[in-house]
């Protein structure tokens, strides 16, 4: 992997290059500078500040409470941590959806205050005229489709989607409306593997960006926090692989130093300030 310096900047254009490739694209939600920074030296092409900072970061129990600001203020401790991946912000509830006009400002505050370079919408067919205009407007969206965790409650929990033919034809005719309304990409999210294969067949230009659907998308997607074993016990969906398991790493550490502490062995002499 060549170095950060040396690596070329992940566009738009790279989304849709690699899908005509074959080459598959690799994103991971972030949140802060750190993170960020750790992901893009490792090579990630597009890092997405994922509205499920409302469940990783704040505890919330979907991602429904979490408002612009506290987005935007992710999707800039993200940008600064970030060089060569793409910056996606994903457009929190009720930020896109009461009209075009709402969309427009605040896709428009990602860019201008959060320095993002994308931003994310969910919704099918319906969100298209939305996604249009905004992209008309010099923003590049990315689509999710299939489990759009905003709707949890119309769809009545996380199930699989895609499965029966009504399904499939919602998710191919929003597919295609999505791309021809000018996104580049989009999420298919807990999508049957067959209608995903299928939808990533008909889109000429879009990528398809699997979180749940798949090994025939143009990519995939996965929440940091999940794949290093730091989410509230419980969540263990059959997608996910867990690339490491940090919590005893972190409790070991944290008690080592609460003993150092209680035994006075930290902070030592060589670790504090005299004045000669
Ligand atoms: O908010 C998020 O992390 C997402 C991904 C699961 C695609 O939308």
Redesign the pocket.
Known sequence: MPKTSERKKTTVQTFINKKAKGEKITVL?AYDYYMAKLLDEAGIDAI?V????ANVVHGFDS?LPITMDVMVAHTAAVARGTEKALVIA?MPFLSFQPSTETAIANAGRFLKEGWAEVV?M?GGIEMAATVKRVVECGIPVMG?IGLT?QSIHRLGGPKVQGREEKSRAYLMESALALEEAGCFAM?L?LINADTASEITAALKRAAT?G?GAGPHCDGQ?L?INDILGLRKEGFSPKFLRQYADLPPIIAEAVKKYIDDVRRGDYPREEESFYNK
């Open positions: 939600t997405l994922g509205d499920s900072a991602t994903d994310k969910e999710h965790p999420v999210e960006i979180i997607v929440v």
